[in-house]
C-alpha cells in the first residue's frame, strides 16, 4: 500500500485527489495538511467523504510527510518550492500539481509568476508530469512537475502534428475555454454565478501564465532542426464548474495529404486516457466530468490546410489530480488506469 501525503488538502485540486484516492486500491491517504483547518475532521469540512476518511487536516510536520512513501503538493504556486529542499533532500518522492517546477528557465518562471523562484537548484531535477510524453522518465523520477489544464488539452491535441513536423510551428492558435473551478476554490467577484452565468469572456489575451508552459512543452515535441513553435494562446471562462475545451488550429506544411484521422488514432492507440473520437465525431466537455480522459476530434475543413484539433478534459482530474494519481501509478510499477477507471457521471 503506498502512503500518501498531501500538503493544501482544502481546494478543488485537493479534495479532487482525496476523491480519487478513497476508493485507490493500493493507495491510502495518511497525511493531509492545511494551517487554516488544523484539527478539523475531512469529512466536516467536506461531507461528500462522509465514511472514506477518519483524518484531520494537520499543520505541516516534515516527519511526517517523509514516512510517506509520496507526496502530492495540491497548493498556490511558491509553496512547493519553500519545502522542497529538506523533503528530496531526505529522499522524499514528490508530484507538485503546482506551477513551481514545470518552467525550466528560471528568469521565465519568475517573470510570468511575479516572484523570485525559492529553490530553482532543483528545477533541472523535476520531471514534466505527462505521460503521453515522458512516461519513462516519470518511472524514474523523485519530483514531477504534473502540467497544467490549459497544457494538457493544448499539448495533446497538438502532439500527433508536432512529432511528425507536418504543420508550420510559427502560426499555432489554441482558443481554449474552462469551467469556474479552473481559478480554485476562493471567494471572487467575477467567479460569483449571478457575475458568470450565462455568460462567456475571454481573458488573458495579452499573455497568460500557461502560455510558456505550453510553448516549452510544443518544442521539446518537435524534430530538433526546425523552427520552434510558437503559439497564440486566447483563454476563455466558460458557464459552467468543471471542464476544459481547447480548439486549436494550425496550417498544414506543403499542402499535406496526410491521413490526420489515421495519425492521431495510431499514435494514441496504446494511451488509455486519449480517446481519438471516429471521423466526424466532435468532443463535449461533459463527456470526461470526473474522468482522467482526454477526448480528441482532427480534421481539415473544406480541405483548405489548416487543421482544425479539438481537445476535451476534466481541468480538475486529467488536468491536475487525476493525472498527478496517472503518474504516481507509473513511480510505483502500478498499471496506469489503476483507481481511475471510472466513466463520466451525466448528467
Partial sequence: MIKVGIVGGTGYTGVELLRLLATHPEA?????TSRAEAGKPVA???????????????????????????????????????MMNPLISSGARVIDLSADFRLRDIAVWEKWYGQQHACPELVAKAVYGLPEVNRERIRRAQLVACPGCYPTSVQLGFLPLLENDLIDPSSLIANS?????????????????AEAGESYKAYGVAGHRHLPEIEQGLRSMQP???QAA???????????????????????????????????EERYANEAFVDVLPSGVFPQTKTVKTTNMCRISVLEPQGRGTVVIMSVIDNLTKGASGQGIQNMNIMFGLDETTGLVSPAILP
Fill in 28 to 32: 491510502s491517504v495518511e497525511v493531509i
Fill in 44 to 82: 466536516e469540512l467536506f461531507p461528500s467523504l462522509r465514511g472514506h476518511y477518519e483524518l484531520c487536516f494537520s499543520q505541516i510536520d516534515e516527519h511526517a510527510l517523509l514516512n510517506c512513501d509520496v507526496v502530492f503538493f495540491a497548493t498556490p504556486h511558491g509553496v512547493a518550492q519553500s
Fill in 177 to 193: 475555454s474552462s469551467g469556474i473551478s479552473g481559478a480554485g476554490r476562493q471567494g471572487k467577484i467575477d467567479l460569483l454565478l
Fill in 224 to 226: 530538433d532542426d526546425v
Fill in 230 to 264: 510558437q503559439l497564440t494562446f486566447v483563454p476563455h471562462l466558460l458557464p459552467t464548474i468543471r471542464g476544459i475545451h481547447s480548439t486549436l488550429y494550425a496550417t498544414l506544411k506543403g499542402g499535406s495529404s496526410e491521413d490526420l484521422q489515421a495519425l492521431y
